[in-house]
Structures are given as structure tokens and as C-alpha cells.
């Protein structure tokens, strides 16, 4: 069953979650800061590493602007580390658990088709969440390669 993403405005939905390094990341404790929060479909693939790595480019002029860079998908936490420090990326990614609950909250695990296959997945798409817990804007479908500029241009212009 496929989630309805938030809507802009709408309290984001809270989540607790595990980093590459076991560190349980808590959206509530986040408040306070600008969170992009990021569902791609799998380390190390062609797009995810455009998309992560624009993210990486852009980390410090995100946090500058008071933001924090959480990245998700259905890896596990070796897969996120290995990813990570592949392509040294400083920002967290979090595991999603098995039944994708993280994904499901916000929409992001629904029907895809690839070379006439229906299967589900994580769908590419992000929510920039505000220091009041608010969804503030979403993109809930990205181009990967310059989507970490793309989230920095709208903070910088909105915030």
C-alpha cells in the first residue's frame, strides 16, 4: 500500500531511523533545523551517486543556511557506509527498516516500471522540512543530477 506524500504546510511525519554508523536519528530532535530529507532508490547506482554526490557539493553551503542532509533508502547500514565513504559523503544516510515504514510515511515507496517490469520501490523524491516540523516544499520527482543545488536554491530564496 503506497502513502500519500505530505503536503506542503502539513506536519511532517515523525520517524526514527539508524545511520551508516548504528546512530539513531530522530526527526523531533531535529526541530529547530531546516531538514532535507532525500529517498533515493540504492547506493551506488548511477543516479543515487549523480544525486548524492550534488548533495555532498552542496553540503556546506546547506549547512550554512541552517540545514541538515538525511539521505534514505532500503540499504543496510554497511551498504550506506561503504557508499558514504566511497564517495566521502558528510552527510547521514538511514536505513529504512524492512517494510519500508520510513518510505511509506512519506509516500516514497509505490509502483515503478523499469524495461516493462511493475515492481515497488522507493520513489526519488524530497521534502525539505522546517524548523517548526512543517513540510515547507516538496519534490516528489527529481532529476538527480543537480537536485542537491536545486534544495539549496529554494532554501536560500524561502527561508
Same mark, same amino acid.
Given at each position: 500500500?503506497?502513502?500519500?506524500?505530505?503536503?506542503?504546510?502539513?506536519?511532517?511525519?515523525?520517524?526514527?531511523? /539508524?545511520?551508516?554508523?548504528?546512530?539513531?536519528?530522530?526527526?523531533?530532535?531535529l526541530r529547530g533545523k531546516?531538514?532535507?530529507?532525500?529517498?533515493?532508490?540504492?547506493?551506488?547506482?548511477?543516479?543515487?551517486?549523480?544525486?548524492?554526490?550534488?548533495?555532498?557539493?552542496?553540503?556546506?553551503?546547506?549547512?550554512?543556511?541552517?540545514?541538515?542532509?538525511?539521505?534514505?533508502?532500503?540499504?543496510?547500514?554497511?551498504?550506506?557506509?561503504?557508499?558514504?565513504?566511497?564517495?566521502?559523503?558528510?552527510?547521514?544516510?538511514?536505513?529504512?527498516?524492512?517494510?519500508? /515504514?520510513?518510505?511509506? /510515511?512519506?509516500?516514497?515507496?509505490?509502483?515503478?516500471?523499469?524495461?516493462?517490469?511493475?515492481?515497488?520501490?522507493?520513489?526519488?523524491?524530497?521534502?525539505?522540512?522546517?524548523?517548526?516540523?512543517?513540510?515547507?516544499? /516538496?519534490?516528489?520527482?527529481?532529476?538527480?543530477?543537480?537536485?542537491?543545488?536545486?534544495?539549496?536554491?529554494?532554501?536560500?530564496?524561502?527561508?
Amino acid at each position: 500500500m503506497t502513502a500519500t506524500m505530505p503536503v506542503e504546510g502539513g506536519e511532517a511525519p515523525d520517524f526514527e531511523a /539508524s545511520d551508516q554508523h548504528g546512530a539513531t536519528v530522530r526527526l523531533r530532535d531535529l526541530r529547530g533545523k531546516w531538514v532535507a530529507l532525500y529517498f533515493y532508490p540504492k547506493d551506488d547506482t548511477p543516479g543515487c551517486t549523480k544525486e548524492a554526490c550534488d548533495f555532498r557539493d552542496n553540503h556546506a553551503a546547506l549547512q550554512a543556511a541552517g540545514a541538515v542532509v538525511l539521505g534514505v533508502s532500503g540499504d543496510n547500514k554497511a551498504a550506506h557506509g561503504r557508499f558514504a565513504a566511497k564517495y566521502e559523503l558528510p552527510f547521514q544516510l538511514l536505513v529504512d527498516d524492512a517494510d519500508h /515504514s520510513l518510505a511509506r /510515511s512519506y509516500g516514497a515507496w509505490g509502483p515503478k516500471s523499469m524495461y516493462g517490469r511493475t515492481y515497488e520501490g522507493i520513489i526519488r523524491s524530497t521534502f525539505l522540512i522546517g524548523p517548526d516540523g512543517r513540510v515547507a516544499h /516538496s519534490w516528489p520527482k527529481v532529476s538527480p543530477a543537480k537536485h542537491g543545488q536545486e534544495v539549496l536554491q529554494w532554501l536560500t530564496e524561502h527561508r
